[in-house]
C-alpha cells in the first residue's frame, strides 16, 4: 500500500462516504488506498470495511486535532457533514470550518467538499417568497453548507465544490416512499409542481467522487455537480407503478402545506424544493448528467436503480 495515494473518507460508514470507500476498496489496481474515517471504529460496518482492506481511523467532526491526525499522510480528502443529526445550521457550518482547517494543517493536496447553493443569493432573507428559517436561512441545511465553502477557499485548501441531488435511497431509507390514500392508492408526495428534481442513487455519487480524484487536480477550484436522471414526479411516479406492481400517482403538495406537515425539517425541505423549483434552469444546469456518467460510466437511471432496489420501498 505504500505505493497508493491514501484518501481519507469522512462519513465513511454512511452513504455518500460509504459510496466512495466502496470505490476505492473496489478497484485496486486504481493506485488509491482507503482510510476510512469514522467515530465509532467498532461499529459493524467499520469492521466491515477494514475487513475488505481499509486503514480504520477514530475522528470526530466537532475535534480538529483528530481529524488532522487522521488526515495526516493523505493524498485526498472527502469532507462531508450530516446536517440531519443535529438540525444545527451553526454546528454544520463549524464543522464544515473544522473539516478545512484540519485539511489544511495536514496538507492534504485535493479535497472534495459535499456542500450545495446559498440560497440566500438567490432569495435574500427579506423576500417573503419563502419563509426565513431559524433566524438567519432559507434552507438552512443547503445556507450552512455554503457558509462553510469559504473556509475552504480563505484557508488555500484546494478543493472541488461537489454539488449532490436527491437521493432516490430516500424512497427507502428518508420517508420518501409513496404514501398509501384513503382510496388504497399510493401517492408520491414531491412539491415540485411540472419541474425536474435532479436525483441520483447515492452509491453513485461516491463513485462520481471517486471519478472525480482519478482525474486528478483538474477539478480544484471548480464546482462539480451530478445527477443520474432529471425527472418530473409524474415520471417518478410512472417508474414507481411498473416496479412496484401498482399504481403510484404524482401529488405536488404545494409547498405551504409540506412546509406545515409538522415532521423535523419540514420547512427547510419545504423551502428546499421551492428553491429547486423556482430556480430551476440554475438548479439543474448545475447538475450535469454527461459530466456524471463521465465520472462514473456505471451511473444508473431512476427505472435501472428501481430494478434492484424498488422492492425494499416499504408499502403504507
Request: glycine share 10%.
Amino acid at each position: 500500500m505504500p505505493d497508493k495515494k491514501i484518501i481519507a473518507v469522512t462519513g465513511a460508514t454512511g452513504a455518500q462516504g460509504g459510496g466512495l470507500a466502496r470505490a476505492i476498496l473496489a478497484d485496486p489496481e486504481g493506485g488509491f488506498a482507503l482510510r476510512a474515517i469514522t467515530r465509532n471504529p467498532d461499529s459493524d460496518k467499520a469492521k466491515e470495511l477494514a475487513a475488505a482492506g481499509a486503514e480504520v481511523v477514530k475522528a470526530d467532526l466537532d475535534d480538529v486535532a483528530s481529524l488532522t491526525a487522521a488526515f495526516e499522510g493523505a493524498y485526498g480528502a472527502y469532507c462531508l457533514t450530516n446536517f440531519w443529526e443535529h438540525f444545527s445550521p451553526e454546528k454544520e457550518t463549524v464543522q464544515g470550518r473544522n473539516l478545512a482547517n484540519a485539511a489544511n494543517a495536514a496538507g492534504v493536496e485535493h479535497v472534495i467538499w459535499s456542500t450545495f447553493e446559498d440560497v440566500r443569493d438567490s432569495v435574500p432573507l427579506d423576500d417573503d417568497r419563502m419563509p426565513t428559517l431559524m433566524g438567519g436561512y432559507k434552507v438552512p441545511h443547503f445556507d450552512a453548507k455554503a457558509e462553510a465553502n469559504k473556509s475552504f477557499t480563505e484557508a488555500g485548501v484546494p478543493t472541488t465544490f461537489l454539488y449532490t441531488s436527491y437521493y432516490w435511497d430516500n424512497l427507502i431509507n428518508f420517508g420518501g416512499e409513496p404514501q398509501r390514500g384513503e382510496d388504497g392508492v399510493l401517492s408520491l408526495v414531491i412539491p415540485m409542481g411540472e419541474k425536474r428534481l435532479p436525483g441520483i442513487a447515492v452509491e453513485d455519487i461516491g463513485k462520481c467522487a471517486y471519478g472525480i480524484f482519478k482525474e486528478g487536480k483538474r477539478h480544484i477550484g471548480n464546482t462539480v455537480g451530478v445527477a443520474g436522471e432529471h425527472l418530473t414526479g409524474a415520471e417518478m411516479a410512472a417508474a414507481l407503478t411498473e416496479a412496484m406492481g401498482e399504481e403510484v400517482r404524482y401529488y405536488a403538495m404545494p409547498y405551504d402545506q409540506y412546509r406545515a406537515l409538522g415532521f423535523p425539517g419540514a420547512e427547510d425541505l419545504g423551502n428546499m424544493m421551492q428553491f429547486k423549483h423556482d430556480f430551476q434552469d440554475e438548479y439543474l444546469g448545475a447538475r450535469s448528467l454527461d459530466v456524471a456518467r463521465r465520472l462514473n460510466p456505471e451511473l444508473h437511471t431512476f427505472s435501472e436503480w428501481l430494478e434492484t432496489h424498488g422492492s425494499a420501498i416499504p408499502r403504507h
